[in-house]
C-alpha cells in the first residue's frame, strides 16, 4: 500500500531536516535544489528544498512520477512549497487535475502526511506540477475537491 511507504519516506526526510530560508543560506529568495544524496545526515533548507527532496525521494522509490507533484500554496497567507502523491489514479483529468481526496499532502510544516482535503481551511492550493510534466504547472481550483468528495 503506498500510504505507508509515503510516511515512511516522508519521516525519513523529515529526520534531520532543519529549517533554514534561502536567502540566509544561499543568498537568494529561492533556490530549488533536492537532498536525497544526504538523507540520513542533517541537511537545511527551505519548504521548497523540502518538497523538492520529497518529490524526487519518491520517485527514486518507485511512486510514478504522474502521481508526484510539488503544489505552491499559501499558508496562513504566505508563499510555501508542499508535495502531493496521488494514491489512486481516480481525478486526473486530461485538462488538468483535480483536487482529490485520495491525495496526500506534505509539507516541512506538518508532522505527518495529511489526506489534502482536510487541508481547506489552512491552505490555499494555488497550482502544482508533476514530475511526469516539468515545468508545467497547472492551476489547483477548489471546486475540483467538492465535485470529488461524494
Known amino acids: ?87 489512486t489514479e481516480r481525478g486526473l483529468a486530461a485538462s488538468g487535475f483535480n483536487v482529490v481526496h485520495d491525495t496526500i499532502f506534505m509539507d516541512n510544516i506538518g508532522k505527518s502526511p495529511w489526506p489534502w482535503q482536510d487541508l481547506f481551511n489552512d491552505y490555499e492550493f494555488i497550482s502544482g506540477m508533476r514530475l511526469s510534466e516539468p515545468g508545467v504547472w497547472r492551476a489547483i481550483r477548489s471546486t475540483d475537491h467538492a465535485s470529488q468528495t461524494s
Open 1 to 87: 500500500m503506498p500510504e505507508k511507504m509515503i510516511e515512511r519516506v516522508f519521516n525519513e526526510v523529515r529526520e534531520n531536516f532543519e529549517y533554514v530560508s534561502d536567502d540566509i543560506q544561499f543568498g537568494v529568495l529561492d533556490d530549488w535544489r533536492t537532498y536525497t544524496d544526504a538523507l540520513g545526515d542533517t541537511w537545511e533548507d527551505d519548504c521548497d528544498g523540502f518538497a523538492c527532496t520529497l518529490a524526487e525521494t519518491f520517485s527514486q522509490r518507485g511512486l510514478p512520477d504522474y502521481s508526484i507533484r510539488v503544489v505552491y500554496n499559501r499558508f496562513q497567507g504566505v508563499p510555501h512549497l508542499g508535495c502531493s502523491v496521488d494514491v
